[in-house]
């Protein structure tokens, strides 16, 4: 006959199963079919604007015999990485600031960073481009003081643009990751390590940082995989220099290039995944 305890276990397991349920069925309908549906329409081909369901690998042939497909994957990885690196070195600043200094205005400067999200990001997008126009703020500002007798060229259209305004989209996710895990450490290891010599800069390398890496690696994450699917920024502000993988991938699937867009998408998102679980992984041993 079995005992209390074990009933008590089964039925705290049988819990658990169908908590679980809700996010496995999110994850199954926005992810693992999407992602199956594109796998297959990877191997199929496209004529007179139909799908005709014949396997072949003739998507991914072209994807890497024509050097403008990996490439623009390599631009979309180096820019995203580029433009986590200034995120975060940004964001862990203003993040440690609110945290550490700022704690009767926590709240308010948070909802400041949360207040971005009730914009449009589209329309963010175009405000961007009136402060970086040859007609926008800066340019006539810097022209109406005299510094300048003609309008900044490098501040639109090219991949500084695409660097500045990514990195102004990006920044709250990683102000508010960091934050959550800035919030929940414990600031007493960092005063018993300035009383046993060591200067600020030590302690937050030895004390600090390890203590908010699992923070800085979910930042990343949130950071760098929106970046690589991120579409109309590029789009707008950007040159076809700065060309990145999103808005090609659209260009094919408008052309009714459904099998070579879905192995390009395919691609992306194996790249992504296999960055995703290295982070995980490195998670799971920084927490051991």
Do not use: C
Request: aromatic content about 16%; charged content about 10%; hydrophobic content about 60%.
């Amino acid at each position: 006959m079995a005992s209390r305890a074990d009933t008590d276990t089964t039925d705290r397991k049988q819990t658990s199963i169908w908590g679980l349920l809700p996010m496995l069925v999110v994850q199954l309908g926005l992810f693992i079919v999407p992602i199956a549906i594109m796998f297959v329409y990877s191997f199929w081909t496209t004529r007179n604007y139909q799908v005709i369901p014949e396997w072949t690998l003739a998507n991914y042939r072209v994807f890497f015999e024509n050097w403008t497909y990996p490439s623009a994957v390599w631009r979309t990885l180096w820019t995203a990485a580029i433009i986590t690196a200034w995120t975060l070195l940004f964001a862990y600043p203003f993040a440690y600031w609110i945290a550490r200094y700022t704690r009767r205005w926590q709240k308010l400067l948070i909802g400041a960073v949360i207040l971005s999200f009730w914009t449009s990001g589209l329309l963010r997008a175009y405000a961007w481009m009136a402060l970086l126009g040859h007609g926008g703020i800066i340019n006539k500002g810097l022209m109406l003081t005299g510094l300048i007798d003609e309008p900044l060229a490098f501040l639109l259209y090219n991949p500084f643009a695409v660097v500045l305004v990514m990195t102004y989209f990006s920044l709250p996710f990683a102000v508010i990751t960091i934050f959550a895990s800035l919030e929940k450490m414990d600031w007493a290891l960092v005063d018993a390590a300035a009383d046993l010599g060591a200067g600020p800069l030590r302690a937050f390398w030895f004390v600090t940082l390890p203590q908010t890496m699992p923070g800085v690696i979910s930042a990343t994450i949130l950071t760098f995989v929106p970046l690589m699917g991120m579409f109309f920024v590029p789009l707008l502000v950007g040159s076809t220099s700065s060309a990145m993988i999103a808005p090609l991938i659209a260009n094919l699937m408008q052309a009714f290039q459904l099998g070579l867009g879905a192995a390009m998408s395919f691609i992306v998102a194996l790249i992504v995944m296999a960055i995703i679980a290295l982070a995980w992984r490195y998670i799971r041993f920084d927490a051991v």
